[in-house]
């Protein structure tokens, strides 16, 4: 049984950062494209990033070199790295894997079939 755990949201004032982390069990990060999406209050979920098998990673044009994605093999987890944050990135984020493919062929939510329960990222002016 897949099971994604994110982790390392919280609040933080407007130019500040955090470190998302997302564990997963019953699957293995580096064996599929995996990716980080988010979801503000009455908005639809918006793809982040994305990481294939081999480690490519892309990324929004709303994250200008600001976020990082990256992967630990050994501990089985994933990562956001997120740093400058803006009011505007206020947002449940949650990690998305799938078993279709190991390079990244679409930015689309409804590619990926296991979601876990987000974390949430509020930041303040």
Not at 29 to 38: D, E, L, N, Q, T
């Amino acid at each position: 049984q897949v099971q994604l755990v994110e982790s390392g949201g919280g609040s933080v004032q407007a130019g500040g950062s955090l470190m998302l982390s997302c564990a997963a069990s019953g699957y293995d990060v580096s064996a599929y494209c995996m990716g980080w999406f988010r979801q503000g209050a009455g908005k639809e979920r918006e793809p982040v990033a994305r990481i294939s098998a081999s480690g490519g990673t892309a990324y929004a044009n709303f994250v200008k070199d600001r976020f990082t994605m990256s992967r630990d093999n050994a501990k089985n987890t994933l990562y956001l790295r997120l740093n400058s944050l803006k009011p505007e990135d206020t947002a449940m984020y949650y990690c998305a894997a799938q078993t279709v493919s190991p390079s990244c062929r679409d930015w689309s939510p409804s590619w990926y079939n296991y979601w876990g329960q987000g974390t949430q990222v509020t930041v303040s002016s």
